[in-house]
């Protein structure tokens, strides 16, 4: 079994900053993609930035230019900055991997709350 352990939420002011860490853990050969959703009460859970295993990029357009997603493979570790934080950005993290184990199989970590608050 896999899990995603995720940290470093919390409460900060508008224009902030904040790092989110999730490291994965169990019995696995590699790990794919590894990503970063947000779900915001009421809203549908969203993709806000993911990183392949060679370290291509994509992020959603409303956290471009202030967020930047990173990997230490040797670690199993995704990590997200988050710069110049926006009361919209107040939401659930949640991080997500497709891990390569006996299938490729994809994994939720349990999510972590980032509140962005005066």
């Known amino acids: 079994q896999v899990q995603l352990v995720e940290s470093g939420g919390g409460l900060v002011q508008p224009g902030g900053s904040l790092r989110l860490s999730c490291a994965a853990s169990?019995?696995?050969?590699?790990?794919?993609?590894m990503g970063w959703y947000r779900q915001a009460p009421g809203k549908q859970r969203e993709l806000v930035a993911r990183i392949t295993s060679s370290g291509y990029t994509a992020f959603a357009d409303s956290v471009k230019g202030r967020f930047t997603i990173s990997r230490d493979n040797a670690k199993n570790t995704v990590y997200l900055q988050m710069n110049s934080l926006k009361p919209e950005d107040m939401a659930v993290y949640y991080c997500?991997?497709?891990?390569?184990?006996?299938?490729?199989?994809?994994?939720w970590g349990q999510g972590t709350q980032v509140t962005v608050s005066s």
């Open positions: 169990g019995k696995f050969f590699s790990i794919d993609a």
């Open positions: 997500h991997a497709f891990v390569d184990g006996d299938y490729t199989t994809d994994y």
